[in-house]
Nanobody, 119 residues
Framework: QVQLVESGGGLVQAGGSLRVSCAAS????????MGWYRQAPGKQRVLVAG???????SYAESVKGRFTISRDNAKNMVYLQMNSLKPEDTAVYYC?????????????WGQGTQVTVSS
């Protein structure tokens, strides 16, 4: 089992940058596929970026070229560097961990961190 705690959210002006972090407790962090999701008011939670156990990354079209996901397995951390932020990036950002084993997957969520981009 893993527990996830996000940090680093806040208020930033459009065009600015912000890095959100996710600290994972528990063992075998390197075995989890990690991701960042976001949920804006009145909208569904959507995947923003993902990074696999092998380090492969994927991004939503809306953030490609602006956001970068990374992980540090030695520190049990995953990061989302957000550049050229836009007001539409405003949302609660959630850290996600998925453990895939024997054909089954187990998903864990953090509590979320608010990111607000002012115009």
């Amino acid at each position: 089992q893993v527990q996830l705690v996000e940090s680093g959210g806040g208020l930033v002006q459009a065009g600015g940058s912000l890095r959100v972090s996710c600290a994972a407790s528990g063992s075998a962090f390197s075995r989890y596929d990690m991701g960042w999701y976001r949920q804006a008011p009145g909208k569904q939670r959507v995947l923003v970026a993902g990074i696999s156990t092998g380090g492969s990354t994927s991004y939503a079209e809306s953030v490609k070229g602006r956001f970068t996901i990374s992980r540090d397995n030695a520190k049990n951390m995953v990061y989302l560097q957000m550049n050229s932020l836009k007001p539409e990036d405003t949302a609660v950002y959630y850290c996600n961990a998925v453990l895939r084993r024997a054909g089954l997957s187990t998903t864990y969520w953090g509590q979320g961190t608010q990111v607000t981009v002012s115009s």
